[in-house]
């Protein structure tokens, strides 16, 4: 179940509202494993490896991800599955996030 932190009717700021927020909007190890298909060691590894960059939720120091992890991992699994090594999608990620267009390193990596 998905639903936006911004539907909660709880006031901001609220202690109520917070863990609602939180909860919401992030997803741990296991969820993010299940929504996309893959083990949980995998996400633990590709998060180690920094192909995934989760943030930490302060109590606990559980990994939170996000929705836009789940298209990121698999992004991953159908990179490898056409050939591509860990670091080569992890400069072509790397290079996404920076704003930069992949494009160039990929055509790179494809020729060489």
């Known amino acids: 179940m998905s639903v936006a932190a911004d539907k909660v009717q709880f006031g901001k700021g609220s202690f109520v509202g917070d863990i609602c927020q939180r909860w919401l909007e992030f997803m741990h190890v296991n969820e ?6 893959v083990q949980a060691h995998v996400i633990r590894y590709y998060t180690q490896t920094g ?3 989760p943030s ?3 109590r606990n120091r ?6 836009s992890d789940v298209y990121r991992v698999r ?5 490898q ?3 591509f090594t860990l670091g080569d999608i992890k400069r072509i990620l790397d290079a996404a996030d920076q704003g930069s267009p992949a494009c160039p390193d990929v055509r790179k990596m494809i020729i060489v």
């Open 32 to 37: 993010l494993a299940k929504r996309a298909g």
């Open 51 to 53: 192909l995934l960059h």
């Open 56 to 58: 930490r939720e302060e």
């Open 62 to 67: 559980y990994r939170c991800y996000v929705d």
């Open 75 to 79: 992004f991953i699994k159908r990179s």
């Open 81 to 83: 599955s056409i050939g």
